[in-house]
């Protein structure tokens, strides 16, 4: 799996978009960005995964780019019950994935 | 509604003990993990299992034991060899591991400590 690179910790008005980056530059072709969240003492959530185009569900988009090297996950209007660690992953397929530490998102009132 | 189950939500180990955690899913998924949580810390794979009497070693196997008897239930077992056992489990499954493009899904873990 390609190693990701996240900022350790980010902040949020509520109401607004939040926008979580993540640096993948050693990813390979047939590898996916997956992103996951964990509030505090739960099991993470799956939010959403892309290969190549951009990507939105009910929760989140993801932005991919181009080259694949980066991805943004964005929150469009982020609410206190957001705030939690956030994890990006690149693999191929879900299994025997490496969550780092991820991003901390705390959301403001 | 379709999910995965941990039980106990706490456990409470003595030194020298072994101690087994389950994990049941009705996703009818194939594939199922465990991962161990620090404080502070990431995710780290202990065991995964891709079929029904099958598991393979993760990245930090040792002191822990795995079965995989059915396909709706992996229990880990963290054996008196594990020396630093506190820590939160995870357990998660995917519809197949060797398939793209298929998310895990979690359950609410099992927290471990040490009397």
């Known amino acids: 799996d390609a190693k990701t690179t996240q900022p350790p910790s980010m902040d949020c008005a509520e109401g607004r978009a939040a926008n979580l980056p993540c640096n993948h530059s050693?990813?390979?072709?047939?590898?996916?960005v997956y992103w996951y969240r964990q509030i505090h003492s739960q099991g993470p959530q799956y939010i959403i995964h892309?290969?190549?185009n951009n990507e939105t569900n009910e929760m989140a988009s993801l932005i991919i780019t181009e080259d694949r090297k980066s991805s943004t996950l964005i929150l469009p209007h982020a609410t206190l019950r957001d705030t939690a660690v956030y994890y990006c992953?690149?693999?191929?397929?879900?299994?025997?994935?490496?969550f780092g530490d991820g991003t901390t998102l705390t959301v403001k009132p | 509604d379709g999910g995965i189950t941990q039980s106990p939500k706490y456990l409470f180990r003595k030194e020298g003990q072994n101690v087994t955690l389950s994990c049941e899913q009705n996703l009818n998924h194939d594939a199922m993990y465990w991962y161990r949580q620090d404080p502070g810390q990431g995710l780290r794979l202990i065991y995964y299992s891709q079929i029904v009497n099958d598991f393979q070693k993760g990245d930090i196997a040792e002191g822990y034991s795995v079965s995989r008897e059915k396909k709706e239930s992996f229990p880990l077992t963290v054996t008196s060899a594990q020396k630093n056992p506190t820590a939160f489990y995870l357990c998660?499954?995917?519809?197949?591991?060797?398939?793209?493009?298929?998310?895990?899904?979690f359950g609410d873990g099992t927290r471990l400590s040490i009397l």
């Open positions: 892309g290969l190549k």
């Open positions: 050693t990813i390979s072709g047939n590898e996916y």
């Open positions: 992953i690149v693999s191929r397929n879900a299994g025997k994935s490496t």
């Open positions: 998660a499954s995917s519809l197949r591991k060797d398939r793209d493009g298929q998310p895990q899904h």
